[in-house]
Antibody, heavy 118, light 112 residues
Framework: QVQLVESGGGVVQSGRSLTLSCAASGFTFSSHGMHWVRQAPGKGLEWVAVIWYDGTNKYYADSVKGRFTISRDNSKNTLYLQMNSLRAEDTAVYYC???????????WGRGTLVTVSS | QSVLTQPPSVSGAPGQRVTISCTGSSSNIGAGFDVHWYQQLPGTAPKLLLYGNNDRPSGVPDRFSGSKSGTSASLAITGLQAEDEADYYCQSYDNSLSVNYVFGTGTKVTAL
């Protein structure tokens, strides 16, 4: 079925790195831009990054620019988020979401929790 | 930190009409960018509720509707049901920075 499944979350020390994955199935992954969105415990949604359908363009929120890298492998139908120099404020559930081209984020994964400990 | 402001909470009796506002500025909603709405039920991932200001994805009940005017948008739930208790977020695009997809601050809807 059409779905996104995130993985790779866990507990990591401040300053360390972690890579999240998002496996897509049931649709043509290579036709869609993809986003990462996060939600700190008890807080609202925060957009993190976007990558164009073909990987040619990538953009980031100011809060993660220079530390996080979004990438994709269309041959594996997988989206990634490389997170370096992690901080306590990066603690959140990270969701991947499909871009439906000016019609919002129309498909979301269940999320993966990242906890940054000091 | 969010550039789209929503009331923290709204409530109503079952069957009533409730509305949620989403106030932006001239660099996002006021610039003509579409507003989308998401529903997040307790303990679950967000789900697209409305797109393009007032269009419903397949399966979304028609008691949910949206509108946009100037620098603001709103979501209306006509005939509130207990199952509508959730957090609701508006989302748009802001051209004041490099590339910025922005979410509203979120509103918790409670059926009394």
């Amino acid at each position: 079925q059409v779905q996104l499944v995130e993985s790779g979350g866990g507990v990591v020390q401040s300053g360390r790195s972690l890579t999240l994955s998002c496996a897509a199935s049931g649709f043509t992954f290579s036709s869609h831009g993809m986003h990462w969105v996060r939600q700190a415990p008890g807080k609202g949604l925060e957009w993190v990054a976007v990558i164009w359908y073909d990987g040619t363009n990538k953009y980031y929120a100011d809060s993660v620019k220079g530390r996080f890298t979004i990438s994709r492998d269309n041959s594996k139908n997988t989206l990634y988020l490389q997170m370096n120099s992690l901080r306590a404020e990066d603690t959140a559930v990270y969701y991947c979401a499909r871009d439906s081209s000016r019609a919002g984020f129309d498909l979301w994964g269940r999320g993966t929790l990242v906890t940054v400990s000091s | 930190q969010s550039v789209l402001t929503q009331p923290p909470s709204v409530s109503g009796a079952p069957g009533q009409r409730v509305t949620i506002s989403c106030t932006g500025s001239s660099s996002n909603i006021g610039a003509g960018f579409d507003v989308h709405w998401y529903q997040q039920l307790p303990g679950t991932a967000p789900k697209l509720l409305l797109y393009g200001n007032n269009d419903r994805p397949s399966g979304v009940p028609d008691r949910f509707s949206g509108s946009k005017s100037g620098t603001s948008a709103s979501l209306a739930i006509t005939g509130l049901q207990a199952e509508d208790e959730a957090d609701y977020y508006c989302q748009s695009y802001d051209n004041s920075l490099s590339v910025n997809y922005v979410f509203g601050t979120g509103t918790k809807v409670t059926a009394l």
